[in-house]
């Protein structure tokens, strides 16, 4: 099996899927679900109205259009970036979290416009609105995209041409050579991947595209972590863990990562925290006003 088959075999497991903004995979339960709304409240009332109990229309997860029909167990929730990274865990390949981060610095073979994408590589594809990558898929080389679409959707296939996305990219190791084999004294984009993506499953390393001690050391507690020969160089053994290591619930995505607005959330406008209060307190004055009139009536 190839690592495109292992990508587009990940994607066809998860459909039917649910979709919680900031899901990184793990069973979709109501506390889940409730986490993640206190994690990311400008996404809270997507997260809680897609969800039977917390919506108030059952008390139970029986029969829930996102629970398992044989077991009634929750299936495993994703929003887009992170169904994506999944998908391309399977083949050992890493990603950063975020849409708009995955198109920016993924190491890639080729990317471009949809339009000159190859229709029989799998690759991931990508809907670019108002200048950002607002959402990200797995096109399955056959005509196929399958892809997280939105909370009232969750995990869906469609036909590529009929949702919109504008530019697709090709990994580094889907098809090529892989990923280069990186040491101590090493520099460069790959090493910039290398701290990136160790930073999202726990390291604390400055992002300078530079491998020195601090990098050998967060690759060695990896490794080590992880069952390989801690010997602090990133090696295929080392770079195909790193894809299928799970990025934790509690990684919080830049500034730059969010929102990813996909389909059900694209109208979504999120306000800097100042502009909020000011809103918010202009309304509770308004709010306070009204009393006291309608107080003489």
């Known amino acids: 099996m190839t690592k495109a088959d292992m990508v587009r075999d990940a994607a066809e497991q998860r459909i039917g899927c649910p979709y919680v903004y900031g899901g990184t995979g793990k069973i979709c339960t109501p506390t889940y679900r409730s986490a993640r709304a206190v994690q990311y409240p400008q996404y809270a009332n997507q997260i809680e109205s897609n969800c039977p109990r917390l919506s108030g229309k059952t008390s139970s997860c029986v029969n829930c259009r996102w629970a398992d029909p044989e077991t009634g167990e929750g299936k495993l929730c994703y929003d887009c970036a992170q169904f994506s990274l999944a998908c391309m865990a399977a083949a050992g390949i890493p990603l950063v979290s975020g849409a708009n981060s995955q198109w920016e610095k993924t190491r890639y073979q080729e990317r471009g416009k949809i339009e000159d994408m190859p229709r029989d590589k799998v690759a991931l594809v990508f809907r670019q609105d108002n200048g950002r990558m607002a959402h990200v898929g797995v096109y399955t080389g056959d005509g196929r995209v399958i892809h997280a679409r939105g909370h009232a959707y969750g995990v869906v296939e469609n036909m590529i041409d009929e949702v919109r996305f504008t530019h697709y990219l090709i990994p580094t190791g889907l098809y090529d050579g892989g990923l280069p084999t990186l040491r101590r004294g090493n520099s460069g984009e790959y090493v910039t991947m290398l701290q990136q993506v160790l930073n999202e499953r726990g390291a604390q390393l400055e992002v300078d595209g530079k491998f020195g001690s601090a990098t050998e050391k967060a690759v060695m507690e990896f ?69 006291e009139v309608m107080s003489y009536e």
């Open 223 to 291: 490794q080590q972590a992880n069952g390989l020969k801690a010997d602090g160089i990133c090696g295929p053994k080392t770079w195909n863990a790193i894809g299928t290591v799970k990025i934790p619930d509690d990684h919080e995505p830049s500034e730059q990562e969010m929102p990813d607005q996909d389909d059900d959330a694209a109208d979504l406008v999120v306000l800097p925290r100042k502009d909020a209060e000011k809103i918010l307190k202009a309304l509770d004055y308004a709010l306070n006003a009204l009393k």
